[in-house]
């Protein structure tokens, strides 16, 4: 039986880990808090992130990470993202040197600009090839629910992304797919947080659905230029972990960065925002980090600079909107 340890009781981290169980997997949870981690393994519940949720009987969690990560062949890292280095360091000597690393995370890291296996191998020094990304529209409380939901695995080595294919396939409910472009799934997947902040935010000013095909469009077309210049497959961001994770967190009522920026075009201030949500929105953070990288690059993201401007700069969601409208014409295509 493969040995899973993952690390995060948010809702996708747990309702990763029932995935897993489910399919077959011997998987121990670690989370901060005792409560939390007490009511999965006592009472296979998580009333803070998956309320009204069974989880499977077999399913532990602890709060000693050297516990969970005893003779585990595969570590799921599902932190918020900028906490990973820290975390990572403190965790790294108890890791079995022949695990498979893999990030859940959704992010850019803040100051360096790395994306999260980057940031995972530096870290825990571990060989790219035994480093692997899960991305894609996982919406976790549909897929705790049991609704159907396809994913992307994504290692340099296919070999270790099948076996990662292997032990989260679960039909007829969890369907995974491999892809050797790990550059592409991660910007799909940091990226596309960004773009559902300004969606958000047109939604919550009472812009209707033009607005959003319009930033949703567009907001692609800045993750593939961003893609092109790091060298990812074009192809990627027409498959699940591009369009299919954009349209997910753009448009569903349960995606934290749509709800996040649907209050700040209601008029909430950033702490109010914050104050409003209960997990982690990821763009929030990473929207900074994501233009410092294009700039890098000299890769030009008109949304992504406007959600900067609104979300940290103290720019009004109207004056965005005139920003974005007001840019000089440009062939649709252009920068690619």
């Given amino acids: 039986m493969t040995k899973v340890a993952v690390f995060g009781t948010g809702s996708w981290g747990t309702t990763f880990a029932m995935i897993l169980t489910e399919a077959g997997n011997e998987v121990t949870m670690w989370g901060r808090r005792a409560e939390v981690t007490e009511a999965i393994d006592r009472d296979h519940v998580n009333p803070d992130y998956l309320p009204g949720i069974r989880l499977p009987a077999t399913l532990r969690a602890t709060t000693d990470p050297e516990r969970a990560l005893a003779g585990a062949d595969f570590v799921v890292l599902t932190v918020p993202a900028q906490s990973l280095r820290a975390n990572l360091a403190a965790w790294r000597a108890h890791i079995p040197s022949g695990a498979v690393l893999v990030s859940l995370m959704k992010g850019i890291e803040l100051g360096t600009t790395k994306r999260m296996s980057e940031v995972i191998h530096?870290?825990?020094?571990?060989?790219?090839?035994?480093?692997?990304?899960?991305?894609?529209?996982?919406?976790?409380?549909?897929?705790?629910?049991?609704?159907?939901?396809a994913t992307v695995v994504a290692c340099t080595d296919e070999r270790v992304a099948a076996r990662l294919q292997a032990i989260c396939h679960l039909p007829p409910w969890f369907r995974p797919y491999t892809n050797p472009d790990v550059v592409g799934v991660e910007l799909?997947?940091?990226?596309?947080?960004?773009?559902?902040?300004?969606?958000?935010?047109?939604?919550?000013?009472?812009?209707?659905?033009?607005?959003?095909?319009?930033?949703?469009?567009r907001g692609l077309a800045e993750i593939s230029r961003l893609g092109a210049a790091l060298g990812a497959d074009a192809h990627t961001f027409a498959g699940l972990a591009g369009m299919g994770d954009?349209?997910?967190?753009?448009?569903?009522?349960?995606?934290?960065?749509?709800?996040?920026?649907?209050?700040?075009?209601?008029?909430?201030?950033l702490a109010e925002a914050v104050a409003a949500t209960r997990q982690t929105a990821e763009g929030v953070k990473s929207c900074e980090s994501v233009l410092e990288l294009a700039r890098k690059h000299d890769v030009e993201m008109p949304i992504t600079e406007v959600v900067v401007g609104v979300v940290h700069d103290g720019m009004s969601p109207a004056e965005a909107g005139t920003l974005l409208m007001s840019r000089s014409p440009k062939p649709e295509r252009y920068g690619l």
């Fill in 122 to 149: 530096e870290v825990a020094e571990w060989p790219q090839e035994r480093v692997a990304v899960v991305s894609g529209p996982n919406l976790a409380r549909e897929i705790a629910e049991r609704q159907p939901a």
């Fill in 188 to 217: 799909g997947g940091a990226v596309k947080n960004v773009i559902a902040l300004a969606v958000g935010v047109s939604a919550g000013m009472g812009m209707g659905d033009n607005v959003s095909a319009m930033l949703i469009t």
């Fill in 246 to 269: 954009l349209v997910a967190t753009c448009t569903s009522p349960l995606s934290r960065n749509r709800t996040f920026g649907e209050n700040l075009g209601r008029g909430m201030t």
